[in-house]
């Protein structure tokens, strides 16, 4: 079992029944997020465990904090529970959580527990801080600003698939179970000024592009041969004759990092990976000036982007 | 439609899709808290509307902010929806919810949306601020600490029992449907130093004397004769040859406050009643030094005091 985190000084109530009081710090920004796991619509017991359930409640809601460049602080989790859940299914929840908690610095300070006569749920809000100049969204692209992805792209979907095949041991279902969000990245890119526009791939590296593309009033390009597919993804998806470009285009659950980045600012960025190398990032494209561009080229030919993963 | 709120200015982002992004004031400490409602455990659609549904996750979440003495800024929403849900059910429940975050100057910074394959799940997350030394909580109480109670008790149960019964147009299902959060006075107390130890009564008054009695180390001594119990609810239940005494202290869904003020604080107590005025507050008993004694003094006679509601 993992060691409960120690409290940050900025907690100065936590883990009592009454709410959390947390300080924040002078002139930083508060960002709030929430985000909830559904049993049934984002896990199945036959793939998860209960810690891995606990880790991605609060690893892609730290994603949301990374996508804008914040420092996570605290996180509060509230558990809707089936009358027949064990209280060891609870304690293994909580203790994935509190291990990504841990590894993040988040003090979790606070929670509420509830019956559910449905399904298992799982909500999670994360809040982190950052200062007011540095905060990184999804609408301040410009034409001419090169994409970046941070990582690798499709092994979620291709982890879940090999789950569903009955498959296991393999990298990839580790990144459906456990996925990382990309916090030191988001924080260092946000502190170096290195991109104009930032998300995260939740719902894929396609509807990022979109999303991002459509925020700041632009269009995309994106070139497919530099796609940086997940290599165990495309060994997956070549022995079942599915395009991997288009599978990992539109696979959901990836955690990683779409930048957008002038050309003035590669020094910047260049900095900003002398000190977080890991993941590395992959130049894919560009925003365009036609907002009603989105294209993928491949081959030398220009196809429309694919759309991305749907939950609904 | 009741208008949506202009956010406050401390709101920097609000309802974009990325996280939110809202100023904390210099020097406050933030409080955070979450609260669910879940359809058949805390709500039937048989006895409440959508827009009550919305009103009352707000406003459960906000009494926990008052009896800290917080003053409520931001709110974030999770949804878990039944796929059924029609979306004039979904507006429904953020107009109630967005009805009570007006009246209480919150500002809606942020949400998340998902299916459910069960029941509705509703999420909140309040957060508010308050200065560091006049933060409120249940274990501040000391023996001879007098405990004052806000408004009137038991009116939620007996809502909910004429509902069952068929019985509408009382108060008191009103108190059941759209309880008030007692924000403006939780913060006034807290702003004016007026009490030692102070809890909200979510899960009844008995509970909440429980609680903070121990949470404080004390014992606690209530007199009977002097108990707010809401006079519709009296009725209700001397119709019924239902103790009055009993069902009130152990109704749930009361959110009124309890306070632990010593004799030398009554002057601020009386000075924080002549800027807030509503609800009333009734002196009900003391806290006292034998720390298992929880004492109910009725006709002259001293028994047990009942155990609050119990959700599980």
Same mark, same amino acid.
């Given at each position: 079992m993992p060691p409960r985190p120690l409290p940050p000084?900025?907690?100065?109530?936590?883990?009592? #029944?009454d709410a959390a009081v947390v300080a924040g710090a002078k002139n930083a920004r508060i960002v709030l997020t929430t985000d909830a796991l559904v049993e049934g619509v984002h896990f199945d017991w036959a793939f998860s465990t209960a810690g891995d359930v606990g880790h991605k409640a609060l690893a892609v809601n730290l994603s949301d904090l990374a996508a804008m460049g914040a420092e996570p602080s605290w996180a509060l989790l509230s558990l809707a529970l #089936?009358?027949?859940?064990?209280v060891d299914t609870v304690d293994a929840l909580v203790d994935g959580l509190v291990e990504v908690a841990t590894a993040n610095r988040v003090a979790l300070v606070g929670g509420n527990l509830t019956r559910s006569p449905g399904p298992l749920v799982v909500d999670v809000t994360a809040v982190g801080t950052v200062e007011p100049r540095r905060i990184l969204t999804r609408d301040g692209g410009r034409p001419g600003d090169t994409l970046y992805v941070s990582g690798t792209i499709g092994a979620a979907r291709a982890g879940l698939e090999m789950l569903k095949a009955g498959v296991?041991?393999?990298?990839c279902v580790d990144r459906h179970r456990r996925p990382i969000a990309r916090v030191r990245l988001g924080y260092a890119i946000a502190r170096g000024r290195a991109a104009r526009a930032a998300m995260d791939l939740s719902d894929g590296l396609a509807d990022a592009v979109h999303q991002m593309a459509e925020a700041s009033g632009c269009g995309a390009e994106i070139d497919a041969s530099t796609l940086p597919v997940d290599a165990c993804a495309r060994q997956w998806w070549e022995a079942r004759n599915t395009d991997p470009i288009v599978a990992a285009l539109s696979?959901?659950?990836?955690y990683e990092l779409l930048i957008a980045v002038p050309a003035r600012w590669r020094g910047r960025l260049r900095h900003v990976r002398t000190r977080v190398a890991h993941p590395p990032l992959t130049r894919i494209g560009v925003l365009t000036k036609n907002r009603r561009e989105r294209v993928l080229v491949r081959d030398g030919r220009r196809a429309d982007l694919p759309a991305g993963f749907e939950h609904w």
């Open positions: 000084p900025r907690v100065v109530r936590g883990g009592a #029944p #089936p009358g027949a859940t064990a296991a041991n393999q990298p696979g959901g659950d990836d």
